[in-house]
């Protein structure tokens, strides 16, 4: 009788085994590289997909967007989906090697990001935040063009605040001043700043929103977020290294405008098709987009329309 007991207990250990094994193959994994200030929206989304979808575990891997791309190009890593805060990337580094299709999905805008405890914040405002920032006593940061759209946006938004306010030679003051306060990254940036190593920050408002950071609120003219002054952004460019080396690219301003795709080689193309119809969605990853300081531009025009699969054209258009 304790013989048949233990038998049946190890009959019993052996069956949880197999279910719990059974149960980790049938777990699928979906990798995603995505811009550092997609961090708090693409959170939400992976924790509510999969609270839907129990067996699958998504992996969010944040980097500014031109090293996202990077690591698929030059690194060869495992990806299935990339979402980029500027769609250009994904057309002018990925396409078409590595995908054919992009879709425009969010868009933002640039601000200038402090803190109480950083100098003057107390007087600081959308006619003076130029002048403050040159001052010596006054440190600000900013990320690296050649890794991150924020970075390269933000010497954008110098050239047209050059032009807009009427400050000759400010482009080149501001960008000359602080450069060792460059990071990959913006959102690295944001510990420098808390930690009052610096005063101010050129950074997307979403990120200062979602951070509950203060921010001054720049005119139209000079934040990238206005389609209607597309002419007038296109005063300003600025090169960044190119897909091969020696070669560069040059970015002219442009309204800011997010794009997503998914790789030719995704390891889960199904399960990848499905998220990113999650993130388009109006009851989804949209409606996490909005609430998070970045709207919708669902459904935009698409260059690649014709590329982009079947169930995936309801969130882009051909005008």
């Not at 107390?122 to 010596?136: C, D, G, V, Y």
Request: charged share 25%; aromatic share 10%; proline share 4%.
């Amino acid at each position: 009788m304790k013989q048949i007991k233990i038998l049946l207990n190890m009959l019993l250990v052996a069956l949880i085994l197999v279910s719990c094994n059974s149960n980790n193959q049938e777990k699928n994994t979906l990798i995603i590289f995505h811009a550092g200030s997609l961090s708090v929206p693409f959170k939400q989304m992976k924790e509510a997909f999969e609270k839907e979808n129990p067996n699958i575990e998504i992996l969010l891997e944040s980097a500014g967007s031109v090293k996202c791309a990077r690591k698929i190009t030059d690194l060869n890593k495992e990806c299935d989906i990339m979402a980029s805060a500027d769609y250009t990337i994904i057309d002018e580094m990925l396409i078409p090697d590595y995908t054919s299709w992009n879709i425009k999905f969010a868009s933002n805008e640039m601000a200038i990001v402090y803190h109480d405890a950083s100098k003057y914040s107390n007087e600081i405002n959308a006619e003076n935040w130029h002048e403050i920032l040159l001052r010596e006593d006054v440190f600000y940061g900013r990320a690296d063009p050649n890794s991150d759209p924020c970075g390269y946006r933000a010497l954008l938004t110098s050239q047209l605040s050059e032009q807009y306010y009427n400050l000759n030679g400010f482009a080149d003051k501001i960008i000359e001043k602080d450069q060792e306060y460059i990071r990959p990254k913006e959102v690295d940036l944001l510990a420098l700043l808390e930690s009052n190593t610096i005063d101010y920050l050129f950074l997307y408002r979403s990120v200062a929103q979602q951070h509950e950071l203060k921010y001054v609120i720049l005119p139209d003219s000079v934040n990238l977020k206005n389609p209607e002054l597309k002419e007038f952004y296109k005063m300003a460019k600025v090169d960044i290294v190119g897909k091969e080396p020696g070669t560069t690219i040059t970015k002219i301003g442009q309204p800011m405008v997010y794009g997503i795709a998914i790789l030719d080689n995704a390891p889960n193309k199904e399960l990848a098709l499905k998220f990113v119809d999650f993130i388009l969605s109006n009851d989804g990853g949209s409606r996490i987009m909005e609430e998070n300081g970045q709207p919708s531009m669902v459904p935009t025009y698409s260059e690649t329309y014709n590329s982009i699969p079947e169930q995936l054209k309801q969130f882009a258009n051909t005008k």
